[in-house]
């Protein structure tokens, strides 16, 4: 296991590295109005239902399109990406996991995003940052950061992998089809059979920023997640399980951790899929 | 600028429990409102006072939150 020690930064980082050269900070929420709100000077906002996704056929960004959205907000191949956003930087993680899928070295996340930035009265700015274009090259994707249905399928079959289901405990049960407030997207309500609720907010301090290595490891290895076997996270749309991945990948270091972003909006409406309720 | 009158509460809506956010930055207020479990974003208003925005942002949270079935388990 190798923890990452550089993919976090504090607001203070980014407040006195904004705008540095090589540096570029993004801005990615789930409301995707968040960022005309007010963000950080100098930021990109990317908006990722338009932005970092196919939007033809479900999937993640492709790769040209990527490197279009990178060149246009000026990053290059060797940019320190910064990225942060709301609810405890879901979307910012999002970004993340497919910037890495993509190959990008040097992404981090500000600890913290959006929540304690505004908390802590920092500036923000309305004025939307321009850039000078680059050309941006993306790797060919790593898919050992992503898992597919067929994958989970044989976890479930040969418990070869812990699956992490990271959506609040009223999803798990199946007490509700999605978070209160939002529409529902599938048919079936309940988890994949054999997962572990771990809900994502478990990974975070009540400011947002991600608790400590020892508290990680602890409410990991309390549902018997070591990192010493393959895990899977997943989630709703893959967002929540993206931050999740990266507590595990980054954070505590655990080698094999895979994001299936087809999460429960794939297998809750899969025909004949088992579901699994308490 | 620097964000003003920043507030961030919990508070019952619609049976749920849910995080109003809110603050001023120029001349207009923002407020968010979050599900608290998960602590998804899902309704926001603006307005030109605290409680302009914040009574906008209720009533469309209110109107969202009423949608959202429970199942038996």
Redesign the interface.
Known sequence: MKVMANVLVNTDWVAQHATDAGVRVVEV???T??YD??HVPGSAGWNWTTELCDTLVRDIVPAKKLEELLGKSGIDNKTTIVLYG???N?FAAWAFWQLKVYGHDDVRIMDGGR?KW??E??????DKASFTATTYKAGAPDLSLRAFLPEVQQAVAGKKAALVDV?????F????????????TCQR?GHIPGAKSI???KNCNDDGTFKSFDELKALYAEKGIMGDQPVIAYCRIGE?SSLTWFAMKYLLGFDNVKNYDGSWTEWGNLVGAAVE?? | MKPEDYSRRQQELAGWAVTIETYKLGEVYHCTIANVDPGARFARADGTTKEEAESRAIEKATRYLAQTRKFEV
């Open positions: 929420d789930v409301d109005s968040s709100q007010g709301d609810n405890n879901w929540k505004l908390a009265g920092r500036d923000l700015t309305t959506r609040s405990p009223q999803e049960s199946g007490e509700i089809l999605a978070p209160p407030g939002l529409p529902e309500g809900p994502w907010g929540r309720k308490p």
